[in-house]
């Protein structure tokens, strides 16, 4: 299997709708903004095809294009397969950020497969395209502490965590782009983010 260390197509998992605005389980979306500062101009024109909203961006000298699913999560991989077959991109071209609770919150990472840790969205693009290897970029929410996962993940972040979110969310994008300068393979499986560390 051959991986492509720079992903030929970027997608950011959320929910759609003003209710999971700003929700844990939209993290993915969180980053968007940050990311085209990354990329020190402006993305081209945002097009709806696919279920979704999507452009060109360039990151590092490469060009690539970011796919928004504009379904629900748990049907988002039908977007990311549609778009895929579009591009002519394979699995291993493609990179997803989400968010994942089995790192803690102001934790970052890359990793390339694995499992799904239960993510509603990574199992949906999992099964549509037949398999898990494609690249993760991981936003660490953690678990609750009291409570189910459900709920946790619906829900919004504390006042201290949003204190916190715009140092994490642009460190995920500089991570983004740090892997599209040196290859995601560079890149750590996780780390931690400044103030979030502490």
């Known amino acids: 299997m051959t991986i492509n260390d720079r992903p030929a197509m970027l997608v950011l998992l959320g929910n759609t709708g003003a209710h999971y605005a700003r929700t844990r389980h939209n993290a993915g979306w969180l980053v968007e903004e940050p990311l085209a500062s990354a990329s020190g101009s402006e ?22 294009v970011v796919l928004k699913p504009q379904s629900m999560m748990n ?4 977007s990311v397969q549609a778009a895929a077959r579009f591009f002519r991109f394979g699995p291993q071209e493609i990179a997803v950020v989400h968010d ?17 840790a239960g993510h509603n969205g990574l199992r949906s693009v999992a099964h549509c ?10 936003f660490g929410i953690g678990r609750p502490r009291h409570g189910e996962l459900h709920g946790y993940v619906l829900g919004r972040f504390t006042d201290d965590e949003e204190a916190l979110l715009p140092d994490i969310t ?4 500089e991570l983004i782009r740090r892997g599209y300068a040196d290859g995601f393979s560079a890149l ?4 931690r983010v400044g103030r979030a560390s502490s």
């Open 43 to 64: 993305p081209a024109e945002v097009q709806q095809k696919f279920k979704a909203l999507w452009w060109k961006q360039r990151l590092a000298s490469e060009s690539l």
């Open 75 to 78: 049907m988002s991989g039908e």
């Open 100 to 116: 994942d609770v089995e790192l803690s919150f102001g934790e970052i990472g890359v990793r390339f497969g694995g499992g799904l």
């Open 129 to 138: 395209l037949g398999t898990h290897d494609f690249w993760r970029v991981r």
């Open 170 to 173: 642009t460190a995920v994008a």
């Open 188 to 191: 750590p499986n996780r780390t």
